[in-house]
């Protein structure tokens, strides 16, 4: 199956910036998820995401963190006042159906850099 | 709380040798475990899902013991290609939980 397309491959930004980063459906997926791995670290999950609305959430995701998905077809994850630990690849997933049992497909991710 | 635990390796194994990764997770309610690969730098790949009954694709093997939280990979035939970190994966901790766990990685490399 398709998985998801990520844009940017790379974004850097300053400390305190706000930046966006968008997942793109090949298809019409109802399930997406967030996650980030730092550099040298496991995959972390963030958030999950279905019928426009949040379904469950990480520690990590506070409110420093939003997810939406503005016009039916992309999915963004917005980092509010970015920190030098926000640094790390943001992968976005999406699953077929919702629940533990379905397989998530991961996207090439976001290279995210905080100088 | 490490939720799930892996050997982190590195494993270096001469080609068409057969190799074995464990895992063990700390949730016995999870339902749910995968094995992913990943490449230097790329994104998580499904390798395959993992059945109490086991389950076999190629020269993959995984298990899964639920009595005592262990999952394990085997590799067979190691091909150069098959070098990379295998991670193992469980799904969160509560019921219809969405959310996956990742082990730290295992690092093998298939040397020519």
């Known amino acids: 199956e398709p998985e998801v397309t990520q844009t940017p491959s790379h974004q850097v930004t300053q400390m305190g910036q706000e930046v966006i980063l968008r997942c793109v459906p090949i298809?019409?997926?109802?399930?997406f998820y967030w996650y980030r791995q730092i550099l040298g670290q496991k995959v972390e999950f963030l958030v999950s995401f279905y019928n426009n609305e949040i379904s469950e959430k990480s520690e990590i995701f506070d409110d420093q963190f939003s997810v939406e998905r503005p016009d039916g077809s992309n999915f963004t994850l917005k980092i509010r006042s970015t920190k030098l630990e926000d640094s790390a690849m943001y992968f976005c997933?999406?699953?077929?159906?919702?629940?533990?049992?379905?397989?998530?497909?991961f996207g090439p991710g976001t290279r995210l850099t905080v100088t | 709380r490490k939720e799930v635990e892996q050997d982190p390796g590195p494993f270096n194994v001469p080609e068409g040798a057969t190799v074995a990764f464990n895992c063990t997770y700390s949730n016995s309610a999870s339902q749910s475990f995968f094995w992913y690969r990943q490449d230097c730098r790329k994104e998580p790949k499904l390798l395959m899902s993992v059945y109490s009954s086991g389950n076999e694709d190629g020269r993959f093997t995984a298990q899964l013991n639920r009595a005592s939280q262990y999952i394990s990979l085997l590799i067979r035939d190691s091909k150069l290609s098959d070098s990379a970190t295998y991670l193992c994966?469980?799904?969160?901790?509560?019921?219809?939980?969405?959310?996956?766990?990742f082990g730290t990685g295992t690092r093998l490399t298939v040397i020519p």
């Open positions: 298809s019409n997926h109802l399930y």
């Open positions: 994966v469980v799904n969160g901790d509560q019921t219809g939980a969405n959310n996956l766990f």
């Open positions: 997933a999406r699953s077929s159906a919702t629940g533990p049992s379905y397989e998530q497909y």
